[in-house]
Structures are given as C-alpha cells and as structure tokens.
Nanobody, 119 residues
Framework: QAQLVESGGGLVQPGGSLRLSCAASGFTFSTKDMSWYRQAPGKERELVAKITAGNMPNYADYVTGRFTITRDNAKNTVYLQMNSLKPEDTAVYYC?????????????WGQGTQVTVSS
C-alpha cells in the first residue's frame, strides 16, 4: 500500500522560511515523479513544483526563485524548501507521487500539511 506522509508545516512570518518533507513508503520511490501541490481556502488545488524520477525540477511561476524541490532516494523523501514566504503562500500543501509513464494509473496523494504565513 503506497503511502505519503507530509510534515514541516506551521506558522511563519512573512519573509520567513519553512522546509516541508514528504516520506514515501509502499512503492519504488526512485522510479516515480514527485510533486508538491497546494490548496488555499476557496481555491482550486494547484501545482507548486515537480521533480521527475530523473531528478529534473520545475516550478510554478509564482514560486520560481523562492522555493526549491529536492529528493533523497536513499531516504524515500521529497522536500520543498520555501524561502521569502508571503501571506498568499498560505495553504494546505500536498505531496503527490505519479508514474512517469502516461500508460500508468499510479497516483497517490498525501494527507497535507498546513502552512500559514502571517504576522
């Protein structure tokens, strides 16, 4: 049974930093693309960043230069380092695992971790 468990959320002041972690189990982590999404109250869930199984990252425009996604295949964990946080970054952040193959239906979500940016 695939499982994703996020941690590291919390309350931070504008301009501050947080590092989110997503620990994976139950599947071969190194062969999966890993993504971070977020959902603010009353808004659609949106992609924040993705890192492929081949370790290629890409980012949504609104976080480029502020957020960094990395993965540690030895620890089956993906991270999201968030710097220069803004109040509009407040959301529940979700981890997602997907297969690089378009023929695969493999897709799992974590339960989410709350990030609140406020003074």
């Amino acid at each position: 049974q695939a499982q994703l468990v996020e941690s590291g959320g919390g309350l931070v002041q504008p301009g501050g930093s947080l590092r989110l972690s997503c620990a994976a189990s139950g599947f071969t982590f190194s062969t999966k693309d890993m993504s971070w999404y977020r959902q603010a109250p009353g808004k659609e869930r949106e992609l924040v960043a993705k890192i492929t199984a081949g370790n290629m990252p890409n980012y949504a425009d609104y976080v480029t230069g502020r957020f960094t996604i990395t993965r540690d295949n030895a620890k089956n964990t993906v991270y999201l380092q968030m710097n220069s946080l803004k109040p509009e970054d407040t959301a529940v952040y979700y981890c997602r695992a997907t297969s690089p193959s378009v023929l695969s239906r493999f897709a799992y979500w974590g339960q989410g971790t709350q990030v609140t940016v406020s003074s």
